[in-house]
């Protein structure tokens, strides 16, 4: 077993704990920085798979931007971490179903004779001229144009989505508007002050009794 192997047994073992903690974390600010540590994670192991031009732009991309947005997302709402905890279970079965329709589909793909893994072999060392953002473009623009092009409005419904989330209106009874505090006026009972008697605590008869008794053991 070489060190490249067992480096990647310990990444592989890495992403796979922070994926299973994103998931399960009940605080969303924890479930995003574990998520920040899953990507990390998985552009080492690009890099360690000799594709350092995919590594560097998982983490440009994705943790350097779109993590970290999400993260002042994630802060900035108010969200009930309860009432969303509330619907889990009662949408724990259809969540269930999900997963195991993808676990199948990525075992269809894997033992599909096309996609076997041993029929590339191992792999070799690449020239030191090689470009690995030469080859990813003729792919993309090439075999992957229509994925790519899907892919591409994905993210652009995604952005819609997020956009129409953000500026849906809320009751928030914390909010304050200063239109309203401008308006009030000081006159009219901003606030009152009130006249009490005052209230004189008398000593109880048993500390008097005490102090009766310890002056006459002092005599």
Same mark, same amino acid.
């Given at each position: 077993?070489?060190? $490249?192997?067992? /480096?990647f047994?310990?990444?592989?073992?890495?992403?796979?704990?922070?994926? /299973?903690?994103?998931?399960?974390?009940?605080n969303?600010?924890?479930?995003?920085? +574990?998520? *920040?540590?899953?990507?990390c994670?998985s552009?080492?192991?690009?890099m360690?798979?000799?594709? =350092?031009?995919?590594?560097?732009?998982?983490?440009l991309?994705?943790?350097? @931007?779109?993590?970290?947005?999400?993260l002042f997302?994630?802060m900035?709402?108010?969200?009930?971490i309860?009432e969303? !905890?509330a619907?889990?279970?009662?949408?724990?079965?259809?969540?269930?179903?999900?997963?195991?329709l993808? $676990?199948?589909?990525?075992?269809?793909?894997?033992? &599909?004779?096309?996609?076997?893994?041993?029929?590339?072999?191992?792999?070799?060392? %690449?020239? @030191?001229d +090689?470009?690995?953002?030469?080859?990813?473009g $003729?792919q993309?623009?090439?075999?992957?144009?229509?994925?790519?092009?899907?892919?591409?409005? %994905?993210?652009?419904?995604?952005m819609? @989505?997020?956009?129409?989330l953000?500026? !849906?209106?809320?009751?928030?009874? !914390?909010?304050?508007?200063?239109?309203?505090?401008?308006k009030?006026?000081?006159?009219?009972?901003?606030? !009152?002050?009130?006249?009490m @008697?005052? *209230?004189?605590? =008398?000593?109880?008869?048993?500390?008097?009794?005490? &102090?009766? $008794?310890?002056a006459?053991?002092k005599?």
């Amino acid at each position: 077993m070489t060190f $490249s192997l067992i /480096l990647f047994y310990v990444l592989a073992a890495i992403v796979l704990f922070g994926a /299973l903690k994103t998931v399960t974390a009940k605080n969303p600010v924890h479930a995003t920085l +574990y998520l *920040v540590l899953t990507f990390c994670t998985s552009a080492m192991i690009w890099m360690l798979m000799q594709a =350092e031009f995919l590594g560097i732009i998982l983490v440009l991309v994705y943790v350097g @931007a779109v993590m970290v947005l999400f993260l002042f997302f994630v802060m900035m709402l108010d969200i009930d971490i309860e009432e969303m !905890r509330a619907g889990f279970w009662r949408n724990a079965p259809a969540a269930g179903t999900v997963g195991v329709l993808m $676990s199948v589909l990525i075992i269809m793909i894997l033992l &599909n004779p096309k996609t076997n893994l041993a029929a590339f072999g191992a792999m070799k060392d %690449l020239p @030191a001229d +090689y470009s690995n953002v030469r080859d990813l473009g $003729s792919q993309i623009y090439t075999v992957y144009l229509l994925p790519f092009e899907l892919a591409a409005v %994905l993210l652009v419904l995604g952005m819609v @989505a997020a956009i129409a989330l953000v500026h !849906r209106k809320t009751y928030n009874p !914390r909010h304050i508007d200063p239109a309203d505090q401008v308006k009030v006026n000081a006159k009219e009972g901003r606030m !009152r002050m009130v006249k009490m @008697a005052p *209230v004189v605590a =008398e000593p109880e008869a048993e500390e008097s009794g005490l &102090n009766q $008794s310890e002056a006459e053991d002092k005599a």
